[in-house]
């Protein structure tokens, strides 16, 4: 719902625009001012509608919101009306060591999610996965 205020504010501002870039959420999305929601995973290629406003976030390096510690990237082709996502390795354990030596708060050291809260997070969303199943198409 924010994204697509953003993307209405957006719109009155300069209508001109056509793609948003926008970061610092910690997860990766792509949302169209008219379809809404338009990643369907984490990571992949997402066509951009010439005809539409959309806003698109590539995710994060490090502090991510997602059980999966890689940085995110994404490659914009505004030509080809295309945004790919890409999730990339890197020295997490490094990172980690790096800004507990320059004494970072424990907390902000890209920390490792409990077992007990990765599986709540995993029952959750198949308990969504669920029940968007067993809802009647309008």
Known sequence: AHARSCLEQL???????SIL???HTHRPMAVSRRHGGLLRS???DVELSADDLVLLNPGAVGQSRTADPRARVMVVDTEARVAGFHAVDYDVAGCRRALRERGLPARSCHLRRSRRSTAARLLS???RRLLR???PAR
């Open 21 to 23: 870039v926008v970061g």
């Open 42 to 44: 984490a990571t992949g």
């Open 133 to 135: 199943r067993r809802q």
């Open 11 to 17: 719109a009155r501002a300069e209508p001109a625009a």
């Open 125 to 127: 969303r198949h308990v």
